[in-house]
T-cell receptor
Framework: GDSVTQMEGPVTLSEEAFLTINCTYT??????LFWYVQYPGEGLQLLLK?????DKGSNKGFEATYRKETTSFHLEKGSVQVSDSAVYFC????????????FGDGTTLTVKP | DAGITQSPRHKVTETGTPVTLRCHQT?????MYWYRQDPGHGLRLIHY???????DKGEVSDGYSVSRSKTEDFLLTLESATSSQTSVYFC????????????FGPGTRLTVT
């Protein structure tokens, strides 16, 4: 079945540091890939997505590129802020199948001033 | 924001009692999902619905049942609550045509004593 493996945390960075959170996936079809973010006490919210190979999703300075050859979707940001402190989830969804998604275990990011 | 609300937001109950959590959406999304989130386990799918009165089991469905009598409401029932069901429960919706992202509610924190 489908699976998502993401970088274990927690990750602690200083403000303005470069961020990479690794994500690799296994899927039988041609999935859409997502990064979700969860702030304390809230539900997950979509951060960015990519629907086909070589697509780059971007939002709020975060980027991730759909790499089919390496089955990866790594999240990057050039300069993190304290407000980026949150839990980040990588996920995939195969077309059809009632839109079900498979989520990674989440990576906790803490940014210190 | 998909207009998803969950009620109650917090609940403490005793072992052996039935508990019902409600998810309400205002976006007319076709699919609805119930997840539980526990430390070290990420998000796990309990049950999902692909239409009114159409539901199916997820990966951790034992001890839970669901009902969806209208598009906007999806109920999760713990038939006889146990301490292992202490968790944060999230409802999500999806099925916007051509897209596979999910939209999450704010969560319900359930404690079973």
């Amino acid at each position: 079945g489908d699976s998502v493996t993401q970088m274990e945390g927690p990750v602690t960075l200083s403000e303005e540091a470069f961020l990479t959170i690794n994500c690799t996936y296994t899927a039988t079809g041609y999935p859409s890939l997502f990064w979700y973010v969860q702030y304390p006490g809230e539900g997950l919210q979509l951060l960015l997505k990519a629907t086909k190979a070589d697509d780059k999703g971007s939002n709020k300075g975060f980027e991730a590129t759909y790499r089919k050859e390496t089955t990866s979707f790594h999240l990057e940001k050039g300069s993190v802020q304290v407000s980026d402190s949150a839990v980040y989830f990588c996920a995939l969804s195969d077309q059809g199948n009632a839109g079900k998604s498979t989520f990674g275990d989440g990576t906790t990011l803490t940014v210190k001033p | 924001d998909a207009g998803i609300t969950q009620s109650p937001r917090h609940k403490v109950t005793e072992t052996g009692t039935p508990v019902t959590l409600r998810c309400h959406q205002t976006e007319n999304h076709r699919y609805m999902y119930w997840y539980r989130q526990d430390p070290g386990h990420g998000l796990r799918l309990i049950h999902y619905s692909y239409g009114v009165k159409d539901t199916d089991k997820g990966e951790v469905s034992d001890g839970y049942s669901v009902s969806r009598s209208k598009t906007e409401d999806f109920l999760l029932t713990l038939e006889s609550a146990t301490s292992s069901q202490t968790s944060v429960y999230f409802c999500a919706t999806g099925g916007v045509q051509g897209s596979y992202e999910q939209y999450f509610g704010p969560g319900t924190r359930l404690t079973v004593t």
